[in-house]
């Protein structure tokens, strides 16, 4: 995935359209991704460098397990995982 978008932010962007997210800040690269109308989630990457590896990381609402199960967090997570996959690999998805 480093490979496939590192300093090629146009697949990430890509993947934000095909997602329906709005663009963020606070990572090179930052979308929210409206997984429901009331639930976002917050997508960020950051390109490695010469003291850290590129990183991915999903943020959830802090009291988001009020209202999804442990279990269908994770689940979303792997499902918006493969979806931007899919995009910064230009696959159709379903």
Request: hydrophobic share 50%; proline share 2%; net charge negative.
């Amino acid at each position: 995935f480093r490979k496939a978008v590192s300093s090629n932010f146009e697949k990430l962007e890509q993947a934000r359209l095909a997602l329906g997210g709005e663009k963020d800040s606070g990572a090179d690269f930052a979308i929210v991704i409206p997984v429901f109308d009331w639930f976002p989630c917050r997508f960020c990457f950051w390109e490695a460098d010469d003291e850290f590896d590129s990183r991915a990381v999903f943020y959830w609402d802090a009291n988001a397990r009020q209202f999804v199960h442990y279990e269908t967090l994770w689940f979303m997570n792997m499902y918006l995982s493969q979806r931007i996959w899919a995009a910064v690999e230009g696959r159709a998805w379903g």
